[in-house]
């Protein structure tokens, strides 16, 4: 159960190298978490992560997921379920693509959606229905601005958040008054090993900066987070830009 400040006690990151999922999880365990779950394909990567959070002090352990085999999904969440409570559920995996490339490549396309959409239905929807089970617990679901409007440099990506952004806000609707709390949070551009090489955008966040506004999201029981607060305000305004002055700005 989460303290008396909001703070999960245990933690499953499916994504579980997401940068943006262990600068989370570091933050959450200096503030009493200590059982964490880290679900992700085996890897070094996986296991190197696991290892630097077990340094903090937290019970971390690891389970086989893939966001590209949603037939797995049921049997591999079910085994972090069986194990006890959850009090959180960070839904941190995606892929960013490569928009030049995968225009012209669609099955390549398909592949950032069929991980940025197709496998968070599939996974969150597990989680949401174990939580419920539960009757407690938070789903907190990373979507991004790119998923507010579409922009000709990167509507693959963006669009594949848009669906995941509806998605997460329809599940979090259905699942109000059952214990369960859905939080949806839109970074803006963040630096990481995801973005390197990228023209960085103006409002760069960090996964560090990620992290402290789940948390304080938390305590708040928030049902969407902006980072930074102010691209709330931006994108405001650039959702009611007209599509041909839009198509124009350097976006």
């Given amino acids: 159960m989460k303290d008396a400040f909001g703070i999960p006690q245990s933690l499953l990151v499916l994504g579980g190298t997401s940068e943006i999922g262990l600068a989370t999880a570091r ?15 085996p890897s070094p990567g996986l296991e190197s992560a696991a290892a630097g959070l077990r340094e903090l002090g937290a019970d971390v352990r690891t389970v086989d997921f893939d966001a590209l085999d949603p037939d797995a999904h049921e049997a591999a969440l079910g085994k ?22 995968d225009e012209n490549e669609p099955g390549a396309a398909v592949r950032v959606a069929q991980t940025n959409y197709t496998g968070a239905v599939s996974s969150g929807l597990v989680c949401a ?3 419920q089970t539960q009757g407690h617990g938070s789903l907190v679901v ?16 963006g669009s594949s958040k848009a669906g995941l952004d ?19 949070v839109r970074p803006g551009f963040v630096r990481s090993r995801m973005t390197e090489g990228l023209e ?46 839009f198509r124009r700005l350097p976006l």
């Avoid at 933050?27 to 394909?41: D, E, N, Q």
């Fill in 27 to 41: 933050r959450l365990i200096a503030r009493r978490t200590r059982t964490v779950w880290l679900a992700g394909r």
């Fill in 129 to 131: 229905q174990a939580l």
């Fill in 200 to 245: 960085e955008a103006p409002l760069a966040t960090t996964p560090e900066a990620v992290a402290t506004a789940i948390e304080t999201g938390l305590r708040r029981r928030s049902e969407t987070v902006w980072v930074p607060g102010a691209l709330r305000v931006v994108m405001s305004a650039l959702r009611h830009v007209p599509r041909g002055l």
């Fill in 166 to 184: 509806a998605f997460a806000q329809g599940l979090g609707d259905a699942l109000h008054g059952t214990g369960v709390h859905v939080m949806v």
């Fill in 142 to 157: 990373l979507s991004s601005v790119a998923g507010e409007r579409a922009r000709r440099a990167n509507f693959i990506y």
């Fill in 80 to 101: 972090v379920f069986a194990e006890g409570d959850i009090d959180m559920v960070l839904l941190a995996f995606g892929v960013l693509g490569d928009q030049s490339h």
